[in-house]
């Protein structure tokens, strides 16, 4: 019942787009998709998460070994599309993605790579979603690490330490919006925190509203999804915690492998 109450996006007016065409080159373990995960490919776990957290359905992108995933991998619940120009970076299979989703949904952007991807963060995106808007999930960074790894180039990738300032809008001033706002389960204020222990890194999953989807397809190109949208435009993006989930981080190293524990 709580959940439903909290939902202001209807779930069945959001797709989810897991993107997982890679070839995990880096890790020299076969396509991501199939990383082992609790017993089963991980590319199940996180579609999982994304149709048990609220969205109505989830349109899964394969390229690399796309026949040898869709073979091992339990696939039934989600539409799948092969993007054959996989190799010509992550870029491809946004576009695809968005392309496969219904015009007129939002989209929930989701990484295979990430195994702590939870149906509570996605529930806290949609709960904390506003019209015209992007909703990014974020991620405390530990205090000894300097923050989450700076090597991947993923699309959707919002950036990182980039603030959005309070300013004033049609329905009133964003100061009081977002007053109100910071009382939901996650949500997260901005501020000019850059460089304090304990910030935020803004990560994935990502929601685009149906009304932006135009004109951050209109940016993406090669290993960039939506990075230069949102670098462009930090007043439209909200991010809101989900510290308490996971660590946000994705496995793209060996050194990163005990993330599937």
């Not at 993107?19 to 880096?26: N, P, S």
């Not at 696939?75 to 946004?94: C, I, K, Y």
């Amino acid at each position: 019942m709580r959940n439903a109450e909290h939902l202001r996006v209807p779930a069945r007016t959001v797709t989810g787009v897991l993107l997982a065409a890679g070839a995990g080159t880096r890790l020299g373990l076969g396509p991501k998709a199939l990383l082992p995960y609790r017993g089963r490919p991980l590319v199940e776990s996180v579609g999982n998460a994304l149709l048990e957290g609220g969205c109505r359905e989830v349109v899964v992108v394969l390229g690399a070994g796309a026949s040898e995933v869709q073979a091992a991998a339990s696939l039934d619940r989600f539409r799948v599309v092969d993007n054959a120009e996989w190799q010509t970076g992550m870029g491809s299979s946004f576009l695809l993605g968005n392309h496969a989703a219904d015009p007129g949904s939002h989209l929930l952007i989701a990484l295979v790579d990430q195994p702590g991807l939870t149906p509570e963060t996605v529930r806290r995106l949609l709960a904390a979603h506003r019209p015209g808007r992007v909703t990014a999930a974020a991620y405390r960074r530990a205090p000894s690490d300097g923050g989450l790894p700076d090597t991947r180039s993923h699309e959707g990738d919002a950036g990182r330490g980039d603030c959005v300032e309070p300013k004033e809008t049609a329905g009133g001033n964003e100061n009081t919006q977002q007053e109100n706002r910071s009382r939901q389960p996650g949500f997260a204020r901005h501020g000019n925190n850059r460089g304090q222990a304990g910030q935020l890194q803004r990560g994935h999953p990502l929601l685009i509203d149906a009304s932006l989807r135009e004109a951050v397809c209109a940016t993406v190109t090669g290993d960039a999804g939506a990075r230069g949208f949102l670098r462009s435009h930090p007043d439209l993006v909200d991010e809101v915690d989900c510290s308490d989930q996971s660590s946000g981080e994705d496995v793209d190293t060996p050194d990163q492998l005990g993330l599937l524990q």
